[in-house]
């Protein structure tokens, strides 16, 4: 092979590899685009969180979705309020005099706090409790946050903002046992009450302080499906999962682990003790219907109210004995409604409408202008004043609050 061929040979490899190493920049180029873009669709572009002040970047990163103040007319606030678009996992009134909102973010667990009177909205915490599904607010602003393990355990966690200067800014929390299937707290919000597995193929009903310590076996069951409360009237209320078309009672469970009847065998049911007075709402899923009942005292005859509603969609007034604020349905879907709603394959247009116990009387109270577009309201919880209900909407777990006075 003379000299010639071989510098020949050497140009075109020389070439090929020019041509290789070009095409492979352009390819790395387009592939760091397409990051980029993908990147910045999913927030990456976002600066660093900082806590620097009340609120910082998180706050604004997160529940952006956080929306104002929407006037009715002039400088009159609305009555319904989207707090935020963000999942929430819970919210409670805190305090007893003045109406004051915290609510938990269900991505990051943080802690909020809302102003009703004026509107705002300031973050508490930054302790991240990533997947909190479910959370529950005491009146002195402690929490209970739920969540799954990485193992599939369900994880309880009791706490509450701290008030300390040397830990602003975290959520002090302690490990209740896993796997309690259902939980309430006192309405004081100093004990809890829960149910868990007692490895016989029971279950136990266990008290104890509100950070799960001191804790006490009450009661013993073999079902686990029970709706638990805490009223400040009746003590702590056991209510059988409500299914449609199906029996279920509720009971008043004593320290002692006795079981008093409240309301028995009612197809569907749910009940809802007035704490303020010897009322009693409960409603019933059945024939494709739902129906609403009010009882004046525990022991009275029960009278059915012209209004499509199940219990968990009212609250009663802390001011006003007797009198219950309900959101009611424009319309029931058809099926087996309370089936379907606790599966989150039904959903409503709710009104709000007000109820009194004693004299059977029911005033509509807001229906919005498109009602046709109104939340469904789940979890609803009312201030101590009277004055705001704030709630989850169960299409999209966002935040409201109704105004209950024009």
Not at 127 to 146: H, M, N
Not at 340 to 345: D, K, Q
Request: some cysteine; proline content about 5%.
């Amino acid at each position: 092979m003379n000299r010639i061929t071989i510098r020949n040979i050497a140009l075109v490899f020389v070439g090929l590899m020019l041509t290789g190493l070009i095409g492979w920049y352009w390819f790395l180029s387009s592939e760091t685009d397409d990051a980029t873009t993908l990147g910045d669709a999913r927030g990456f572009g976002e600066s660093i969180p900082s806590f620097s002040d009340d609120s910082g970047s998180t706050f604004a990163n997160i529940v952006s979705g956080v929306e104002t103040n929407t006037q009715e007319g002039a400088g009159e606030p609305a009555r319904l309020w989207r707090i935020t678009a963000s999942p929430v996992a819970g919210a409670g009134f805190v305090g007893s005099t003045t109406p004051e909102l915290y609510f938990i973010e269900r991505s990051t667990g943080y802690v909020f706090r809302v102003d009703p009177t004026i509107r705002s909205v300031r973050r508490l915490t930054n302790t991240l409790f990533a997947k909190t599904y479910e959370a529950f607010v005491g009146v002195t602003g402690r929490a209970l946050l739920r969540g799954l393990a990485e193992s599939g355990a369900i994880t309880t966690i009791s706490g509450a903002a701290s008030s300390t200067e040397a830990s602003a800014n975290s959520f002090v929390s302690r490990e209740l046992p896993p796997h309690i299937q259902a939980i309430t707290f006192s309405p004081d919000a100093k004990e809890v009450f829960y149910l868990i597995p007692d490895g016989a193929g029971g279950f136990a009903g266990v008290r104890a302080a509100f950070d799960g310590t001191t804790p006490k076996k009450i009661f013993s069951t073999t079902l686990s499906n029970w709706q638990t409360t805490w009223t400040a009237g009746d003590g702590i209320v056991l209510t059988q999962n409500a299914a449609s078309d199906v029996e279920g009672s509720s009971y008043v469970l004593a320290d002692s682990g006795a079981l008093t009847p409240l309301v028995r065998r009612v197809e569907g049911l749910n009940a809802l003790p007035d704490p303020y007075s010897d009322a009693l709402l409960y409603s019933s899923s059945a024939d494709g219907g739902v129906s609403l009942f009010i009882q004046p005292t525990k022991t009275g005859t029960s009278v059915r109210v012209s209004l499509s509603t199940v219990a968990n969609k009212c609250v009663w007034s802390p001011v006003r004995p007797g009198v219950a604020f309900c959101a009611v349905p424009t319309t029931i879907p058809l099926g087996a409604f309370i089936d379907n709603w606790y599966r989150g394959v039904a959903y409503t247009n709710d009104s709000w409408w007000k109820v009194d116990a004693r004299s059977g009387a029911i005033e509509e109270l807001y229906a919005g202008e498109d009602p046709g577009n109104l939340p469904d309201v789940s979890r609803p919880t009312i201030d101590p004043t009277g004055s705001y209900i704030s709630f989850i909407d169960s299409r999209d777990t966002s935040l409201w609050l109704f105004r209950i006075k024009n």
